[in-house]
């Protein structure tokens, strides 16, 4: 077992040069070609003046390329930072300047972003991904050539360490205060959670894994390393695709892919537009999600769809990665409203407590705290580099089972009051999801009231309904006051609902002295 994210690749490039690594949009790289472009990036680094511990950014669409750079640049010793290529310039502006990024990897059609002074500082040197001419940068800026890179040597580098608690990568979250914060994640992290997770389901090179989350958000260090490590072949879900039931379903029959990791929101929208009910999906063996929670119906309806898949609920914060991990064996029971999030996995220890530090009963709720392989080395924020708390605080409240499996309780920062009242909106989103004719819920808390906004799937769904469908599973303290149809919810780039910006279009962004008692009522 490597234990280095530099170290993945090599061995494969050895065993099985020409085996695919990364099967692209138009482009595939071999193991052979993956490990000498990655070799090429590390040189074109150094020559460049990257030491070890800088950061490096890599602002492209996933691609073979991209995880060339990613590789390159902790064959140089380097950190490196992926950019969202649907940030918007402040967001950029704001996180290189955070942890210094002086390089960046970039697609030329990607520099529109970069071009005025104040953005491009504090990054140096641009490489381009793609041949073109060299766009005017402001000093000291400058832009390197791809045949700059592809002029390196594809030999590779002496080692940059044998430490594997060194500082690998940041991603970049949204912060408590509105600016992003780096999670600083390092080599074993990574990799604790990639070979267990690969471990789990046997993965081998006859794999073909889809890479459907952006290299910004945790979902994809599974994408990345697990199948690296295991010399399978990583297939490219192209941003447009995700956003298409049907050529999601269709890209996935064509590429003959066999394992899936995404939010479920990607699988309900091939269910409701992609045909995976009725045509399902074969060559799918395994079935990964996270990052939110998975409607019972739309689970049913997914396991129904691929009953030749093994399902898998994981669990955990970016912090953490996953640290909480469930098998579902078998289609949920009508009567059955949740799954457990599981039990401790990749090593990591946990513990549910009190707002005393104390440990609760069985069946009591309590916050998640974790300690373990996968815990974070800390934050980078304002430029300032902050420690994980051991254990780590999550956030996340859950309770344990008689049967010891763990349910999920919602989170610290979704525990409102309204007039008083204490409310958990995952259980008001829960009883609005369960409605038949409502595809996904949100519910929030603005200006002393509960809102909701809906997307239906019956189109001849109303408000009044609703209320009643709430009313007859809800206190009425629970029952959304402010409720919203939409024709589609409002997504981020990882694709997720856009919590805080539908919030703000229904209800505009918080004043901050309103802003202030919307976080004292948050328990």
């Keep these: ?38 070799n090429q990036f590390a040189h074109a680094f150094q020559t460049t003046g990257v030491v070890p511990g800088d950061r490096v950014g890599v602002h492209l669409p996933r691609s073979g390329r991209a995880i060339a750079a990613m590789l390159g640049a902790a064959r140089a010793g380097a950190v490196y930072v992926p950019l969202d290529p649907s940030s918007p310039p402040p967001r950029l502006r704001t996180i290189v300047t955070d942890c210094n990024v002086r390089h960046v990897v970039i697609a030329p059609n990607l520099l529109g972003h970069w071009t005025a002074a104040s953005l491009c500082a504090p990054v140096e040197h641009f490489f381009l991904v793609a041949d073109g001419p060299l766009p005017d940068l402001p000093a000291p800026a400058r832009a390197h050539a791809w045949t700059d890179v592809l002029a390196q040597s594809a030999a590779p580098l002496p080692p940059a360490s044998e430490n594997p608690d060194e500082l690998a990568y940041l991603l970049y979250t949204s912060g408590s205060t509105g600016t992003p914060k780096g999670v600083m994640l390092s080599h074993r992290n990574a990799l604790s959670f990639s070979e267990w997770a690969a471990d789990l389901v046997l993965l081998a090179p006859s794999d073909r894994v889809a890479s459907v989350a952006p290299f910004h958000f945790d979902l994809s260090v599974f ?5 690296l490590a295991r010399g399978a072949t990583l297939v490219i879900v192209d941003e447009t695709t995700v956003l ?38 074969p060559s799918l ?21 691929l009953p030749q898949a093994r399902f898998f609920n994981l669990f955990g ?10 098998q579902v064996t078998a289609i949920p029971p009508p009567d059955v409203q949740a799954i457990p999030i599981g039990q401790p996995s990749c090593g990591d220890e946990i513990a549910i407590l009190d707002e005393e530090r104390r440990p609760v009963p069985a069946g009591e709720v309590g916050e998640l705290f974790v300690d373990g392989p996968t815990v974070m080395l800390g934050y980078w924020n304002g430029g300032q580099r902050t420690p994980a708390k051991r254990p780590y605080p999550t956030g996340d409240f859950v309770a344990r089972r008689s049967d010891g499996e763990i349910m999920y309780h919602g989170r610290r ?30 519910a929030f808390a603005a200006d002393g009231r509960l809102w909701a906004a809906i997307q239906p ?21 629970m029952v959304p006051s402010e409720i919203k149809l939409l024709g589609e919810m409002p997504r981020t780039s990882s694709g997720k609902i856009d919590r805080v910006g539908l919030r703000d279009t229904l209800v505009g962004p918080p004043q901050p002295n309103h802003a202030e008692s919307e976080r004292s009522r948050t328990l």
């Excluded at 994408?223 to 199948?227: E, F, K, P, V």
Aim: charged share 20%; hydrophobic share 45%; net charge negative.
């Design 317 to 326: 914060p970016t912090e953490t990665n996953v640290c909480l991990a469930y």
């Design 457 to 477: 799937s019956d189109p001849d769904l109303s408000v009044l309904a609703i209320k009643r469908h709430c009313a007859a599973s809800l206190p009425p303290y």
């Design 413 to 442: 920062d979704h525990m409102v009051k309204v007039r008083g009242f204490r409310i958990e909106l995952a259980e008001v989103e829960a009883a609005l999801t369960g409605h038949p004719g409502i595809r996904e819920a949100i």
């Design 223 to 227: 994408d990345l390393w697990a199948t």
């Design 244 to 281: 298409s039931g049907p050529r999601m379903l269709e890209r996935i029959t064509s590429k003959a892919i066999t394992v899936w990791y995404s939010v479920p929101s990607a699988l309900v929208l091939m269910l409701d537009h992609g045909g995976l009910d009725t045509h399902g999906a």
């Design 285 to 305: 063996r395994v079935v990964f999600f996270a990052g939110e929670v998975f409607p019972i119906k739309h689970l049913r309806r997914a396991m129904t769809a």
């Design 1 to 38: 077992m490597e234990n280095r994210i530099d170290r993945l690749v090599t061995p494969w490039a050895t065993r099985t040069p020409d085996q695919i690594a990364v099967d692209g949009l138009g482009e595939a790289l071999t193991y052979r070609e993956l490990n000498a472009l990655a």
